[in-house]
Structures are given as structure tokens and as C-alpha cells.
T-cell receptor
Framework: QQQVKQSPQSLIVQKGGISIINCAYE??????FPWYQQFPGKGPALLIA?????SEKKEGRFTISFNKSAKQFSLHIMDSQPGDSATYFC????????????FGEGTQLTVNP | EPEVTQTPSHQVTQMGQEVILRCVPI?????FYWYRQILGQKVEFLVS????????KSEIFDDQFSVERPDGSNFTLKIRSTKLEDSAMYFC????????????FGEGSWLTVV
């Protein structure tokens, strides 16, 4: 009930390509869905987040698509760059103060020059 | 930009020893968390802390773990008697706005139990 499933586990794209990472959740009480980016040896850093009252959110090259009925959301990275190479985690939580984040398993993205 | 700071960055300890990991959350934040990440695995919630008490804890956070905010700025995680399986990166995190849910993570403390 609390799980967030993420795919693929790893992804290799060419510079300029589109990276797509997918997540699915089970708990319908979740109402906040962030994506975190993590570089080796660093903590996760918030990249972009969405709430279920919208189906899409775009910030620069990063877009979250959200399908409430399917309980799925995805991250699209347009014009992928080598500097985007990192591990990406989707997460979900209830939008109440102090709620825990439940993370997906992570996707290791490599963008080749 | 304000940040969550953690010390030590890396600690090696003998099995059975006590370990204290320290964190300084962002100064005006009210909610504090510990998460852990075993090498190559996902980030897992351990505990949340608000108003000087634990607000939620996971099944991982057993009696060997405790948290404290001793002086109004530091937030600590104590592992009483470390086990090999406690080896992981431990992340402190904080957030400050009700309903904003933007949780900021520190860079982590890498704990190796030998």
C-alpha cells in the first residue's frame, strides 16, 4: 500500500535526447509527488514536484506528467545533457505537515556526449 | 541558499559500538527527519520529529535508534549498538512550511560498521 514502483532501473540516452522515467503508486492518500536528483556522494535534491490537481508541470527542461486514475506519474527530461547524469528518485507523500516521503527504487541516468 | 549540514561525513565503527550522527537543519524549519540509504538501494524513511517529539517512525527505527534535539539547533540520531546491517548513508532532512512538503536533505553521513 505504501510502495512506489519506479522504472527503468537504468537508462542511457544520447545528448539531446529525451529521458523518460516512470513511477506508479498504490496509496490513494498520497497527494504530493516530487522527483529528486542525486549525484554520487550527495544527498537527494528536489528537482520538481506535482500535486494531483494538475496533469502536467513543466520547469525548464523537466516535465512531470501525472495520471491520477492510473496512479502513475513520469519525469521527462528534454534535451538531455551529460550534466543530467545522476540517479533520479520519484517519491510520494501525503500533503500534511511532516509527512514521510516514500521513495521509488531510483533510476540511474547516463547521458552520453 | 540555506542548507542542512551533517557531521561526520564518514564514520567507521566496530559492531556493537554506539554512534551519534549530527545534523544542523535549516534554521527556521520545524520538521526534521532521518532517512537512510543502503548502498545501491532506495532512500528509506526512518523517523520524523516535530515539536520536540517523534511524530512518525518506520519499522526500521527500532529500540536501537533514538533521536534528540538537544539544544535548539542540532538534531541527532543515535544508534545504540551498531550492527553490520546498519552500514548505510544516513540523511538528515528538514522542512518548515506546513503543507509545502519541500524537504531539504543534507549531504549525508556514511556509516560503515565493521
Amino acid at each position: 500500500q505504501q510502495q512506489v514502483k519506479q522504472s527503468p532501473q537504468s537508462l542511457i540516452v544520447q545528448k539531446g535526447g529525451i529521458s523518460i522515467i516512470n513511477c506508479a503508486y498504490e496509496n490513494t492518500a498520497f497527494d504530493y509527488f516530487p522527483w529528486y536528483q542525486q549525484f554520487p556522494g550527495k544527498g537527494p535534491a528536489l528537482l520538481i514536484a506535482i500535486r494531483p490537481d494538475v496533469s502536467e508541470k513543466k520547469e525548464g527542461r523537466f516535465t512531470i506528467s501525472f495520471n491520477k486514475s492510473a496512479k502513475q506519474f513520469s519525469l521527462h527530461i528534454m534535451d538531455s545533457q551529460p550534466g543530467d547524469s545522476a540517479t533520479y528518485f520519484c517519491a510520494a507523500s501525503k500533503e500534511t505537515s511532516g509527512s514521510r516521503l516514500t521513495f521509488g527504487e531510483g533510476t540511474q541516468l547516463t547521458v552520453n556526449p | 541558499e540555506p542548507e542542512v549540514t551533517q557531521t561526520p561525513s564518514h564514520q567507521v565503527t566496530q559492531m556493537g559500538q554506539e554512534v551519534i550522527l549530527r545534523c544542523v537543519p535549516i534554521s527556521n524549519h520545524l520538521y526534521f527527519y532521518w532517512y537512510r540509504q543502503i548502498l545501491g538501494q532506495k532512500v528509506e524513511f526512518l523517523v520524523s520529529f516535530y515539536n520536540n517529539e517523534i511524530s512518525e517512525k518506520s519499522e526500521i527505527f527500532d529500540d536501537q535508534f533514538s533521536v534528540e534535539r538537544p539544544d535548539g539547533s542540532n538534531f541527532t540520531l543515535k544508534i545504540r549498538s551498531t550492527k553490520l546491517e546498519d552500514s548505510a548513508m544516513y540523511f538528515c532532512a528538514s522542512n518548515g512550511e506546513p503543507l509545502a512538503n519541500t524537504i531539504y536533505f543534507g549531504e549525508g553521513s556514511w556509516l560503515t560498521v565493521v
